[in-house]
């Protein structure tokens, strides 16, 4: 169990002795740098492959905040669930800071803030997910009430302009007539089961 250090800073006008003054009080065994690297996507983060390649269970990762490791919440995701499935435990100094804590909490509580963190970060996915089928959902319904929502054009389907297309149509149909397996027929043709319902359902 090591406690480890990652830092980051976004362009060479930073230092990044700023952030090492900060953590070294924190008995930090190894450092990770990512020295003038843009946080806006994990692309081009040598010193955060490095990290995630070495950290072992029970280890602690200490940053000073959190968007040093993750500035948007797909990658929070990402990172998180790596982390914690090795059995990370990741410290954000500036969330302590925030709760007018002067040191750092035992062991236990620093993992059990991970773990609400990492439910948050859940969560907050989950919402942003159903928002945004939401707002499809009324898209849509706004489109057809308007006349202009015309919906998927299937790619088989019986005026289909490719020929191929035509003949799988009509085929499935054929079979799904004679009763043959929903297997078999994809089997035979080349094509999903999914299809061959989705053509069934039609």
């Not at 499935?85 to 954000?92: A, F, I, Q, R, S």
């Not at 790619?155 to 009763?179: A, F």
């Not at 061959?196 to 039609?202: E, G, S």
């Amino acid at each position: 169990m090591s406690n480890i250090a990652y830092m980051r800073v976004s362009s060479s006008d930073l230092s990044i002795e700023n952030q090492r003054q900060v953590l070294e009080k924190y008995n930090i065994y190894k450092y990770f740098i990512d020295d003038a690297v843009s946080g806006k996507s994990l692309n081009g983060r040598i010193g955060l492959d490095d990290l995630l390649s070495y950290v072992r269970e029970g280890d602690f990762v200490y940053v000073v905040a959190l968007d040093r490791l993750a500035r948007n919440q797909t990658d929070q995701e990402v990172i998180s669930a790596e982390l914690s499935l090795k059995g990370v435990t990741v410290v954000p100094l500036d969330l302590f800071d925030m709760l007018g804590l002067n040191e750092v909490p035992t062991e236990g509580v620093l993992k059990m803030v991970w773990d609400v963190i990492n439910v948050v970060t859940r969560y907050k996915a989950e919402q942003e997910r159903k928002d945004m089928l939401r707002r499809q959902k009324e898209g849509i319904k706004r489109a057809k009430l308007a006349g202009k929502y015309k919906g998927t054009v299937p790619k088989y389907r019986q005026n289909s302009p490719i020929k191929k297309n035509r003949y799988i149509y009509s085929e499935v149909i054929r079979r799904l007539e004679k009763r043959e397996p929903i297997k078999g027929i994809a089997e035979c043709l080349g094509i999903s089961r999914n299809t061959v319902k989705r053509i069934r359902d039609r």
